[in-house]
């Protein structure tokens, strides 16, 4: 919806969250990962997180910039189009699975 926005300055009715015609799809950034058995971080040795934590220092601040321009994008075509698109984040589910990034959710350290 937010790329639809950016290149044509509309967006369908499919994409406000109060719409009757969004109703049978999923939540925006839904994803369901089909290619390998999940693990949580208790299933793996201090050494594997370890190595986890050292090849992702450099992304996890990139993934928080990155997630606080689209939900900036996301709000200023909110309130350009009066269209809800926030509503359809699973907020919890985001807050959930992303908490494990330093600063994301209580601001820069």
Request: glycine share 6%.
């Amino acid at each position: 919806c937010l790329l639809h926005f950016q290149a044509n300055g509309t967006l369908p009715a499919s994409c406000d969250c109060n719409s009757l015609t969004r109703n049978d799809r999923k939540r925006l950034g839904h994803w369901v990962e089909t290619r390998y058995k999940r693990r949580g971080s208790a299933q793996l040795s201090a050494e594997t997180l370890a190595q986890i934590d050292a090849h992702t220092d450099v992304d996890a601040p990139l993934f928080a910039a990155a997630l606080r321009l689209v939900l900036g994008r996301l709000v200023s075509v909110e309130q350009r189009t009066g269209i809800s698109l926030l509503e359809c984040i699973d907020w919890h589910e985001l807050v959930t699975t992303t908490d494990y990034i330093p600063g994301l959710w209580s601001g820069p350290d």
